[in-house]
């Protein structure tokens, strides 16, 4: 299993920008299918974006279609999420995973996770 690594996450007001990160050292993430999560407390958590690593192909949950791009980086070793015009309901601690696909949907492999970044937006 790969343990990765989340980064990039702070407060930013509604309608701004972050720019996620998620890294795995000694691992190649070309070689995987990321995808992208977030929880509340209290709540299940979210699936957000998916990547392929076959054909890069991207699964966008609704709630966030149209304002977060998932892309690779393969200099980098990562796998990024851009999230603009960010609302107060992005709120939530971002988790990265290993993913598989039932059908169009992606699923996390449970023991990828990262510490998870913490995403605030308010005003």
């Known amino acids: 299993q790969v343990q990765l690594v989340e980064s990039g996450g702070g407060l930013v007001q509604p309608g701004g920008s972050l720019r996620l990160s998620c890294a795995a050292a000694g691992f190649n993430l070309a070689s995987y299918d990321i995808g992208w999560f977030r929880q509340v407390p209290g709540k299940e958590r979210e699936g957000i974006s998916c990547?392929?690593?076959?054909?890069?192909?991207?699964y966008y949950a609704d709630s966030v279609k149209g304002r977060f791009t998932i892309s690779r980086d393969n200099a980098e070793n990562t796998v990024d999420l851009q999230m603009n015009s960010l609302k107060s309901e992005d709120t939530a601690v971002y988790y990265c995973?290993?993913?598989?696909?039932?059908?169009?949907?992606?699923?996390?492999?449970?023991?990828?996770w990262g510490q998870g970044t913490q995403v605030t937006v308010s005003s």
């Open positions: 995973a290993t993913v598989y696909y039932d059908g169009n949907i992606c699923y996390p492999v449970l023991d990828s």
């Open positions: 990547i392929s690593r076959f054909d890069g192909s991207r």
